[in-house]
């Protein structure tokens, strides 16, 4: 068994060991759920005091740093994303003490921090907000949010048709009859970025997290700031979807305008030194994503690609070389993300038949969802499997990795939530069409026993499955072959390879990838239904066990 302690922590909370300005470009980023990664207080929902309490996890599992999905005071209308206090800790995760404290354990254990930052929005709940409903319509306080007169007899009906991302419309009335803009859920209203108030008021956040020694943040819905509401509105119908337009001009999806937003958070951002960084969340058009990855913006973009590609040869290595591509022509580096808070696990996503011949997504297994876990047929070793498989080649790459809390587990998406115990607004406003996301944001499972398996002392906010249990941090631990300690070997081994962002395609088989890292170091993958013959050299690690000088289906190895 592993057994990790403690790293000394520095006398102050704020103080970060570590200045070298790139250490994002290729960096290993752990994501935390914190509502659902460790409970400190037993009341059912994790805290910062159990982030803390967790940093040997950390540190033994070796990432570089941790991003903190949003932990700020929230109804939890969107888990957490709708904020009433951009300054502050949900009293129910804990407080600014504690933030110090979390952060000083991260910093002593040499991994860095990143925080979601949600500024498209805020929670219906905030000060600004509430000051709002209460001022007349024209005020100031009006203009710092979307306010419009309706449209019908009395202004009776909303300003357009516009549909929110969660379902129904993206207007809700106030009581003197204007309504406001939510592109969310109703508890979400859209924050004016054409009000100078609203500019200053983020930059003035984004300077109170840095000082307070936070490393970088990652930018919720990134691409939806600028807005142009010209009247009049246009109909949906003449809208292209989220992420598929090229030319700047959606009213309210990925405007050209918001890169003047980014150019000013980039100035404050090289205020400090090392600079904060930053990583844009912006479901735009490929063609599109350079710009916020740009030195004079963000920095760096998440490009999403394999959450929506099936566990496909061709279809990995198209995505790979696309992105590496626009990497380079922006002099950012890439991202890579299997899994998040957002999708369903990409465990059980390869454990799924493949998506409809002709399709150009993978199956996102909304549609498992949506049946309980019961349709189509989920193979969960066949998906475990490659999960490890797509994890390892991804390690390889170069640029960011992103995990989320649970895959290093082998976690798979949890469909059997009972209804009544659902928590996600995309459920109660699409029935019928979409169960949510509160699958793939269950508690964590310490120990393979307890009423939340380790989780805490006392339930989970979210119901656990029974197979939590095996899959715990301590029965894994305790076998060198599960998935926790193959996750840790191979982000040990990539520390110690990692070289030039660039790779060597080496040949170009149809089910198979193979590329060569500065230095030597090989990666090979296997996404085929036959064994083939590994190349010359020395294994370093693989994804499954070896058929001596063969490497199994659905199986990814390293060689020196």
């Known amino acids: 068994m592993l057994t990790v302690s403690a790293q000394p922590l520095p006398e102050d909370p704020r103080t970060n060991p570590t200045t070298d300005p790139h250490w994002w470009r290729q960096a290993a980023v752990y994501q935390i759920y914190p509502r659902s990664f460790s409970d400190a207080n037993g009341d059912g929902l994790g805290d910062l005091p159990g982030v803390t309490s967790k940093v040997p996890y950390l540190s033994a599992l070796g990432v570089d740093a941790v991003w903190l999905s949003p932990f700020y005071p929230s109804a939890l209308a969107d888990g957490g994303y709708d904020v009433d206090d951009y300054r502050n800790v949900d009293p129910r995760l804990g407080s600014l003490d504690d933030f110090d404290d979390m952060a000083a354990a991260l910093h002593g254990a040499g991994i860095k921090l990143i925080v979601d930052i949600v500024p498209n929005h805020s929670s219906n709940r905030h000060a600004w907000f509430q000051e709002a409903l209460a001022a007349p319509k024209g005020s100031p306080a009006r203009s710092r949010y979307i306010f419009r007169d309706g449209t019908g007899p009395g202004g009776s009906l909303p300003p357009s048709d516009w549909q929110s991302v969660f379902g129904g419309s993206a207007w809700e009335q106030v009581p003197d009859g204007q309504w406001y803009l939510h592109l969310f859920a109703a508890e979400q209203p859209d924050f004016n970025w054409e009000n100078p108030e609203v500019r200053e008021e983020f930059l003035s956040i984004l300077r109170f997290w840095s000082d307070r020694g936070v490393d970088g943040f990652r930018i919720d819905v990134a691409h939806a700031l600028a807005k142009d509401l010209t009247e009049p509105l246009a109909s949906s119908s003449d809208l292209s979807p989220e992420g598929e337009g090229t030319d700047g001009g959606h009213p309210f999806w990925d405007r050209d305008e918001v890169h003047e937003i980014y150019a000013e958070w980039r100035k404050l951002f090289n205020e400090y030194d090392p600079p904060r960084t930053a990583v844009a969340e912006a479901w735009v058009h490929a063609s599109r994503r350079g710009r916020y990855a740009s030195p004079d913006g963000l920095g760096q973009a998440f490009n999403f690609d394999l959450l929506q590609a099936d566990f496909d040869a061709g279809r990995f290595r198209h995505v790979i070389a696309a992105n590496l591509e626009q990497a380079a022509a922006t002099g950012a580096s890439s991202t890579w993300v299997l899994s998040n808070h957002d999708v369903v696990r990409h465990a059980t996503r390869y454990g799924l038949p493949p998506a409809p011949t002709g399709s150009a997504k993978g199956r996102d297994g909304k549609d498992w969802v949506l049946s309980g876990g019961t349709e189509p047929a989920l193979d969960r070793g066949l998906g475990l499997r490659r999960a490890r498989a797509a994890t390892l080649l991804m390690l390889a790459l170069p640029g960011s990795a992103y995990l989320y809390q649970g895959e290093e587990l082998g976690l798979h998406e949890v469909a059997e939530i009972p209804d009544a115990e659902r928590q996600d607004p995309t459920f109660y406003r699409s029935p019928g069409v979409d169960k949510g996301r509160d699958g793939c944001r269950v508690p964590l499972p310490w120990t393979p026993e307890g009423p939340s ?54 040949g170009s088989a149809d089910t198979v990838l193979h590329f060569r890292r500065p230095g030597g170091w090989q990666s090979i993958t296997n996404f085929g239904t036959e064994p083939v013959a590994l190349p010359e050299g020395s294994v370093l690690h693989s994804s499954a066990a070896l058929d001596g000088s063969l490497l199994p289906p659905d199986t990814t190895a390293w060689l020196a």
Do not use: C, M
């Open 453 to 506: 398996f380790g989780f805490g002392a006392g339930t989970a906010h979210l119901p656990q499955p029974e197979q939590f249990g095996p899959s715990s941090v301590s029965r894994q631990e305790q076998d060198p072959d599960s998935t926790l300690n193959f996750y840790r070997r191979a982000l040990e081994l990539r520390g110690k390879q990692q070289g030039a962002e660039e790779l060597d395609w080496i």
